[in-house]
């Protein structure tokens, strides 16, 4: 059972649009919603996180929309540049177990 | 400088020879955890150790063993490797309900 969906599974977006990452979650005890950002041959990197009390966090052309009625949240990259090409994960903890339950990624690449 | 080691990063072995991964941070994180990554199932949770002597299974523990006797190591153990545990393996620490900190990943291949 996947705690976490999430799409889409890849996005091609060109240079100076915006990206948009979706993910849906079922488990109500989920209270920490982080993105993480991977390169190729790198490990997942934190990016931005979110707890439920806010509807969304911004930070620099990152911000993260948080529904929780609706269970969902997204990731939303303006002005995307190459270098943002990557996979993304969202994940979602509860309190302080710290077992991060992963989305199933999204490769995104930002074209010229 | 603050990181999350692994060794090897690459390996290339054959059915049923046990390997150890081993993993080791310089944080003084409590929590650690064992990660696989395969295409289209995104990262799935292995085994994770809160502290020191404690551990407990993740989502897909079968075939794996892991240890914590001391607070930085948290060595993943396949004792007989099977072609389905070929996958990219990542650890990561961490503080409890905090943010986890990924090591650079280890590749295996299960001939």
């Known amino acids: 059972q996947q705690q976490v969906k999430q799409s889409p599974q890849s996005l091609i977006v060109q240079k100076g649009g915006i990206s948009i990452i979706n993910c849906a979650y079922e488990n109500t005890a989920f209270d920490y919603f982080p993105w993480y950002q991977q390169f190729p041959g790198k490990g997942p990197a934190l990016l931005i996180a979110i707890r439920p009390d806010v509807s969304e966090k911004k930070e620099g052309r990152f911000t993260i929309s948080f529904n929780k009625s609706a269970k969902q949240f997204s990731l939303h990259i303006m002005d995307s540049q190459p270098g943002d090409s990557a996979t993304y994960f969202c994940a979602a903890t509860a309190g302080t177990a710290s077992k991060l339950t992963f989305g199933t990624g999204t490769r995104l690449q930002v074209t010229l | 400088e603050a990181q999350v080691t692994q060794n090897p990063r690459y390996l290339i072995t054959v059915t049923g020879k046990k390997l150890t991964v081993t993993c080791s941070q310089n944080?003084?994180?409590?929590?650690m955890s064992w990660y696989r990554q395969d295409p289209g199932l995104g990262l799935r949770q292995i085994y994770y150790?809160?502290?020191?002597?404690?551990?407990d299974k993740g989502d897909v523990p079968e075939g794996y063993k892991v240890s914590r006797k001391e607070k930085r190591n948290f060595p993943l153990i396949l004792e007989s490797p099977s072609p389905n545990q070929t996958s990219l393996y990542f650890c990561a620490s961490g503080k409890a309900g905090g943010t986890q900190y990924f090591g650079p990943g280890t590749r295996l291949t299960v001939l």
């Open positions: 944080m003084n994180h409590e929590y």
């Open positions: 150790s809160m502290n020191v002597e404690v551990t």
